[in-house]
């Protein structure tokens, strides 16, 4: 069986390398001529780490991420700390892997730089896809035409599968911008940021910061309300004065952060209402084309590699009858993606109460839950990180089936 693979972000990445594992035949194609040093910052939860490390990451995922200590939920204005739940050596303890800040340039290159250089091509753009007679085919820009027996779309929020095949609605705007950036760690050091996982909580504006590299780079990402006609790209560029004019008021951190930023993006944030299934015969999407969420909830890219090693499983316990392997991953998968996707929608309005009153009764309620449960983790992180993808994979999961969801 030889399984096609649709893009070399981290989800096909981390797809292509757990194909490799199994033993199983593969192509990956990838648009972009090279994988270049830039990017964003990634929360790394421990029900996704766990798969890097059967992948064989584990040691570069040491080397390269950081640690945070907890996530600590401050107010906008004052900066006082309303709520911090449990992260370092407390999740590593109960769900048996570490939770990880990483830099998505760090990451896609141990994962692509572990791959048989053979079966990566790059500057291969796919502009149709089908499947005809028991196989399916990918065409390309250059005019090659690459055939398996199973393709799968892993070819992100603009995916070319997911819109050929799948028929999907239209983008839903959310009515808010995400700016972001990365600043080296020595121009932000006045500012004295402890290694944690930071969520600032401001009227119609949040701000999200953490540390990757190693602690070489701090990442930070500002969630607001703003002209939500711009594109769904995350190359298009932002000035200082302009971010900075939605912080007045707010507490020395954050704008210190982003004035020490040279470089800033944004984009105009979307998920997309779930699809109707994620298989068609032959051809599957995964990862941000299958289920696009946006960022409350920090889980696009674990989700993606929860979608990689559960597929490839999938495609390896069934080798003998690709359309079954198909539909059993999508079985597996697509309730705990969607739920996500909802529950990242949800969020969105509790990051950002304006009235007083609501932002009193909200935070009140962090500071009994901080109070009452200490360093313990929340039913939240629970239902997320006791996911494992092997138990899932065998349907042995029964016990993280049987945790309440939020």
């Known amino acids: 069986m030889k399984i096609v693979v649709v893009g070399a ?12 594992k199994a033993g199983l035949d593969y192509v990956l194609l990838e648009q972009a001529p090279a994988f270049e040093e830039v990017g964003a910052g990634l929360q790394l939860s421990p029900n996704g780490v766990r798969i890097l490390g059967w992948l064989g990451l584990g040691d570069d995922l040491a080397r390269f991420c950081t640690a945070p200590d907890s996530h600590k939920f401050n107010a906008w204005d004052s900066g006082e700390e309303v709520l911090r739940t449990a992260l370092g050596p407390t999740v590593e303890d109960l769900f048996g892997a570490p939770y990880y800040h990483a830099f998505r340039p760090d990451l896609l290159d141990a994962l692509t730089r572990s791959l048989d250089p053979t079966r990566l091509r790059l500057n291969t753009q796919v502009r149709a896809v089908g499947q005809l007679d028991g196989g399916v085919w990918a065409e390309c820009t250059d005019g090659q035409r690459v055939e398996g027996d199973v393709l799968i779309g892993a070819d992100g929020i603009h995916s070319v599968v997911r819109e050929q095949i799948f028929k999907p609605d239209p983008p839903r705007r959310s009515g808010y911008v995400c700016w972001r950036g990365v600043v080296d760690a020595d121009r932000v050091a006045h500012l004295r940021i402890p290694t944690s996982a930071y969520v600032v909580m401001g009227p119609r504006l949040s701000f999200v910061f953490y540390f990757v590299s190693g602690g070489r780079r701090l990442n930070w990402v500002a969630l607001g309300q703003a002209d939500d006609q711009m594109r769904e790209s995350w190359s298009q560029t932002a000035s200082t004065a302009d971010v900075l004019a939605s912080f007045d008021g707010w507490y020395d951190v954050p704008r210190g952060v982003i004035e020490a930023t ?11 209402e779930p699809l109707a299934g994620w298989v068609d015969g032959r051809i599957a999407v995964m990862g941000d084309a299958a289920h696009a969420m946006l960022p409350y909830h920090a889980q696009g890219a674990v989700q993606s590699i929860e979608d990689a090693w559960v597929l490839a499983r999938s495609l390896e316990l069934k080798a003998d009858d690709p359309l079954a392997a198909l539909k059993h991953f999508e079985a597996l998968r697509y309730d705990r993606a969607n739920r996500i996707v909802q529950h990242s929608r949800n969020a969105e309005a509790w990051y950002h109460i304006e009235d007083p009153t609501e932002v009193a009764a909200r935070n009140a309620r962090f500071q009994r839950h901080d109070k009452g449960q200490g360093e313990n983790i929340t039913p939240q992180q629970a239902w997320l990180y006791s996911y494992d993808a092997e138990k899932a994979a065998l349907g042995t999961d029964d016990d993280w089936r049987a945790l309440p969801n939020w």
Do not use: Y
């Not at 972000?9 to 490799?20: E, H, K, R, V, Y």
């Not at 040279?262 to 997309?272: G, I």
């Open 9 to 20: 972000g981290i989800g096909g990445s981390a797809l292509a390398l757990s194909l490799q």
């Open 262 to 272: 040279e470089t800033m993006f944004v984009t105009a944030l979307h998920d997309r």
